[in-house]
């Protein structure tokens, strides 16, 4: 049988047990050409392009 703890956490001490098991916020990065934020390494959503040059066709939106 394996050991089992004697006495019963308080939710301070679980808590602070947990404490690494949060969640990270999503890095983001600016886009050079439109300023939007964008994940880095990613074509731009907004604007369609990554490294300077336009790789995808963005369409305008219909009014």
Do not use: F, W
Not at 16 to 35: E, F, I, K
Not at 42 to 56: A, F, S
Request: aromatic share 2%; proline share 11%; with cysteine.
């Amino acid at each position: 049988m394996p050991p089992l703890p004697k006495r019963r956490l308080s939710r301070a001490r679980r808590g602070d047990g947990r404490s690494h098991m949060r969640l990270s916020s999503t890095a983001l990065a600016l886009c050079p050409q439109c300023h939007n934020p964008k994940l880095p390494h990613r074509v731009c959503p907004t604007c369609g392009t990554y490294k300077g040059r336009e790789v995808i066709k963005i369409e305008s939106e219909k009014a």
